[in-house]
């Protein structure tokens, strides 16, 4: 099962771009890469997904380097409701591991 | 809406009683999973379903069991045989298929004293 690294905490301000990576050094052929982002005493919530190169959608991007050992979540323009634990996952549907996440606070 | 619904969301409970917490799905997915999470740490896997009638052990199986009679309903229940049953509870399903994302729950928060 691969297992991921992120760090355990970051900070920002409102308004910054903030970038979020994840080691994933044994990632297997057919893994995906997910991002879920949870608040506290609420479920986490998917917020990206991806494979190969560079996912955007409506909240965030996923950049993913041609080697898929780590990945990159990039989150625009931060508010104060961005403020959260962020967890990297990879494989499938069966086999998810949620590590420790890194907790992100974003700052006035 | 089609959401997953875990309840209650707090649950006390005396030392050595068993309880059961609900959740009930209406997206139609396939797999349902049952997490852990102790403050400040990840989410550890007890159990998930892939089919009906059907589910296998995560990582601490230990001290619960589940059943998955119906595809929407995949309950959990804490027996007196798990040793620190006061956590935060989630549920989860996805269409279990390749890549598929989990859908979560909001979550029990059991206290056991």
């Known amino acids: 099962l691969a297992k991921t690294t992120q760090p355990i905490s970051m900070d920002s301000y409102e308004g910054q771009e903030v970038n979020i990576t994840c080691s994933h050094n044994n990632i297997a052929t057919n893994d995906y890469i997910t991002w879920y982002q949870q608040f506290p005493s609420q479920g986490p919530r998917f917020i990206i997904q991806g494979y190969k190169t560079k996912v955007t959608n409506e909240v965030a991007s996923l950049f993913i380097p041609a080697d898929r050992k780590s990945s990159t979540l990039s989150l625009p323009r931060v508010s104060l409701s961005d403020t959260a634990v962020y967890y990297c996952?990879?494989?499938?549907?069966?086999?998810?591991?949620f590590g420790a996440g890194t907790r992100l606070a974003v700052h006035p | 809406d089609g959401g997953i619904t875990q309840s209650p969301k707090y649950l006390f409970r005396k030392e050595g009683q068993n309880v059961t917490l609900s959740c009930e799905q209406n997206?139609?997915?396939?797999?349902m999973y049952w997490y852990r999470q102790d403050p400040g740490q990840g989410l550890r896997l007890i159990y998930y379903s892939q089919i009906v009638n059907d589910f296998q052990k995560g990582d601490i199986a230990e001290g619960y069991s589940v059943s998955r009679e119906k595809k929407e309903s995949f309950p959990l229940t804490v027996t007196s045989a798990q040793k620190n049953p006061t956590a935060f509870y989630l549920c989860a399903s996805s269409r279990g298929q390749g890549n598929s994302p989990l859908h979560f729950g909001n979550g029990t928060r059991l206290t056991v004293t």
């Open positions: 996952l990879v494989g499938g549907y069966n086999k998810l591991i």
């Open positions: 997206l139609n997915h396939d797999a």
